[in-house]
């Protein structure tokens, strides 16, 4: 899944819905139909079992906010739950457009249902870094993994990819900043570098929740393949998760420029350069800027260039002609030729 994407010059792109649907199916599968026609290699939800997740207290905790769906948190999050019947739909609705479908399970209940269904790979969020019990359990899973390590420091992250490698046959690190939205000055990418020289079998990534597109390009040039961001059809919708995420149109560019980084390093081939359209136009050609007579050598201060609808000698060359000799008469002005020209 993530192996050959640096050979392949491609990038996993990972459209985090979260719980930006609403609680609601028409719109789970709106998203589904958007975001991969913009490029998604994958759309990933949520799945919680929210009464064995939360104890008593708090799941009947008050939830006083101005993103609240209901007056205790755990009615909240019931509301913003995908119905463990609705999971087949998406992942049909997955598999007939061509990307992968993908949940974080936060519980043991969610891990078993969201393999009962045919996930195609598996998340861990930064609230498990370090859950080597929970890790063990999604390791005997065989699937893929992302592992996203917010919040974590580098022992945690090494215990739990030692624990996930056991099973999964594939396990991405995500760096990420557990801040919601988090600032550009606090994203971090240079620990991409980190992660990489720690991690050299492991394929590393980028999930963050910084409201712009410029991480992504950014991040890959340091090294990640593997990019998880949240989207939503709405900015302006009610819930935690939509103000920071990217509309379809943000998320689009955010796709675009990425792929297009591994096209921007290579450089030019060196027999092309020179040969552009607009020095055949508009090139200077070396002519006399004083007259040479014959036997006298050519200097910065008997050189200059002009443009001529017929190019000779092109100015950038000049290295190579000066400390040459003419072998006769130049007038001032004129067209400079290797044959007027010798050692």
């Not at 019990?133 to 592992?147: D, E, Q, T």
């Not at 409201?211 to 090294?223: H, Q, W």
Request: charged share 25%.
């Amino acid at each position: 899944m993530f192996e050959n994407l640096e050979e392949k010059r491609q990038s996993y792109v990972i459209a985090e819905v979260g719980n930006n649907h609403q609680g609601d199916l028409d719109i789970a599968r709106k998203y589904i139909e958007k975001f991969a026609a913009l490029g998604a290699s994958a759309i990933k939800f949520q799945t919680r079992n929210n009464r064995y997740l939360f104890s008593e207290s708090g799941y009947s905790a008050p939830y006083n906010s101005e993103h609240s769906f209901a007056k205790t948190y755990g009615e909240h999050r019931e509301l913003l739950e995908l119905k463990p019947e609705w999971l087949p739909i998406l992942k049909e609705d997955c598999d007939r457009v061509g990307v992968d479908f993908m949940s974080t399970p936060f519980d043991e209940p969610s891990l078993d249902l969201l393999c009962s269904i045919g996930v195609s790979l598996l998340k861990v969020a930064s609230f498990d870094l370090g859950n080597l019990p929970f890790l063990s359990r999604i390791a005997s899973k065989g699937l893929p993994v992302v592992l996203s390590c917010g919040g974590g420091q580098l022992e945690q992250i090494r215990a739990s990819y030692e624990v996930l490698r056991r099973g999964a046959p594939e396990v991405a690190i995500l760096h990420c900043v557990s801040e919601y939205p988090c600032e550009y000055n606090i994203l971090g990418l240079n620990n991409i570098d980190v992660l990489a020289k720690e991690f050299p079998d492991c394929t590393i990534g980028l999930s963050d929740h910084f409201t712009g597109i410029l991480s992504g390009p950014v991040a890959y040039m340091k090294g990640a393949r593997v990019f998880e961001k949240h989207v939503t059809l709405n900015r302006a919708w009610k819930g935690t998760d939509h103000g920071f995420a990217l509309e379809p149109e943000g998320f689009r560019k955010f796709v675009r420029d990425i792929s297009r980084v591994p096209h921007m390093l290579n450089p030019k081939p060196a027999d092309e350069l020179g040969t552009e359209m607009v020095f055949k136009k508009l090139g200077k050609s070396i002519v006399a800027y004083k007259d040479i007579p014959a036997g006298e050598k050519l200097t910065l201060d008997n050189l200059t260039g002009k443009i001529f609808d017929n190019q000779g000698i092109p100015v950038r060359q000049s290295v190579e002609v000066i400390g040459k000799s003419a072998v006769q008469d130049i007038a001032a002005g004129q067209l400079i030729q290797f044959s007027q020209l010798s050692d």
